[in-house]
């Protein structure tokens, strides 16, 4: 029930093309979500967030989808970049506690 | 911008060694974290640190590892007797409070190789 599932394991995109990448989770006590950017080297860093009572969030070129009834978020990054090629991971955490639950990660390559 | 550094980048050790990986949280937050990430896996939550003890701990926090906040700035991981499986890349992140104030910050890592 802890466990958040991410897809697909790596995407390859054009540059100018919508990357998408997709996270379903168990636990309903989730009501925190973010997604995390990742480049060789480097630790994550907070890309977006999103809690459950909004449907969708959208930071320049990132938007989070959100639907609480099927359990699934989703990035979609617009007009993707090769400098947006990372690895990003979508996580979850119980607002009472601190811990995240990180999805697999998904490997982004940014074709130019 | 202020930054969660650690140390050493990266380590490599003998099976059965102790090894202490350090941090320094970023100076005015108050929760401090420890993550792994086993190369090309997912990122894995060990323990979390709030006024000087342990507030959270995962499975993978056996006995074998502790935590310490030895002074005002550091925040250290130890591993008692390395295992080939705690080979790993391991994340100190710190953040100001909880909730809506709990955005993480992650530093940079510290490999860790066990041969």
């Known amino acids: 029930q802890q466990q958040v599932k991410q897809s697909p394991q790596s995407l390859i995109v054009q540059k100018g093309g919508i990357s998408i990448i997709n996270c379903a989770y168990e636990?309903?006590?989730?009501?925190?979500f973010p997604w995390y950017q990742q480049f060789p080297g480097k630790g994550p860093a907070l890309l977006i967030a999103?809690?459950?009572?909004?449907s969708e969030k959208k930071e320049g070129r990132f938007t989070i989808s959100f639907n609480k009834s099927a359990k699934q978020f989703s990035l979609h990054i617009m007009d993707s970049q090769p400098g947006d090629s990372a690895t990003y991971f979508c996580a979850a955490r119980k607002n009472a506690g601190n811990m995240l639950t990180f999805g697999g990660g998904t490997r982004l390559m940014v074709k130019p | 911008e202020p930054e969660v550094t650690q140390t050493p980048s990266h380590q490599v050790t003998q099976m059965g060694q102790e090894v202490i990986l350090r941090c320094v949280p970023i100076s005015n937050h108050l929760y401090f974290y420890w993550y792994r990430q086993i190369l090309g896996q997912k990122v894995e939550f060990l323990v979390s640190f709030y006024n000087n003890e342990i507030s959270e701990k995962s499975e993978i926090f056996d006995d074998q590892f502790s935590v310490e906040r030895p002074d005002g700035s550091n925040f250290t991981l130890k591993i008692r007797s390395t295992k080939l499986e705690d080979s790993a890349m391991y994340f100190c992140a710190s953040s100001y409070g909880t909730g809506d104030t709990g955005e993480l910050f992650f530093g940079e890592g510290s490999r860790l190789t066990v041969l």
């Open positions: 636990n309903t006590a989730f009501d925190y």
């Open positions: 999103i809690r459950p009572d909004v």
